[in-house]
Nanobody, 125 residues
Framework: QVLLVESGGGSVQPGGSLRLSCVAS????????MGWFRQAPGKEREAVAA????????YYAGSVNGRFTISLDKTKTTMFLQMNGLKPEDTAVYYC??????????????????WGQGTQVTVSS
C-alpha cells in the first residue's frame, strides 16, 4: 500500500510560479511511474505530466510543455512539479498519482493504483 500526500498549492498571479510536491510512503519501492493530474471546476480530470521512476523519463501534456517541469528526488519517493508562467486556465485541484501495474498510457487516469488528496492551485489577478 502507498500513501501519497501533495503540498505546495496556493494562489498566484498570472505569470507566477509554484512548486508542488508529492511524497510517497509505504511500499513505495514498487512504484513504476508517478504523475500529476488536475481537475478544474466543471471539467474532467486531465493528465498534466508523469515520470517513470526507473529511467526518470518525463512526459507532458501539450498545454503545459515548456512551462512545467516534473522531477523526482534521489530516493524516488518525492515528486515535484515546477510550474512557471502560470495562466488562469491552470487553475485546478492538482492530484498526485502513482503506479501503473498493467502499464498503458501515462495519460490514462484509470490505470493508476494510488492517488493523493489534491492541492488547490489558483491563478488569478
Amino acid at each position: 500500500q502507498v500513501l501519497l500526500v501533495e503540498s505546495g498549492g496556493g494562489s498566484v498571479q498570472p505569470g507566477g510560479s509554484l512548486r508542488l510536491s508529492c511524497v510517497a510512503s509505504g511500499t513505495s519501492n514498487e512504484i513504476n511511474i508517478m504523475g500529476w493530474f488536475r481537475q478544474a471546476p466543471g471539467k474532467e480530470r486531465e493528465a498534466v505530466a508523469a515520470i517513470y521512476t526507473r529511467m526518470k523519463t518525463p512526459y507532458y501534456a501539450g498545454s503545459v510543455n515548456g512551462r512545467f517541469t516534473i522531477s523526482l528526488d534521489k530516493t524516488k519517493t518525492t515528486m515535484f512539479l515546477q510550474m512557471n508562467g502560470l495562466k488562469p486556465e491552470d487553475t485546478a485541484v492538482y492530484y498526485c498519482a502513482a503506479h501503473r501495474p498493467y502499464g498503458g498510457a501515462w495519460t490514462d487516469i484509470g490505470g493508476y493504483n494510488y492517488w493523493g488528496q489534491g492541492t488547490q492551485v489558483t491563478v488569478s489577478s
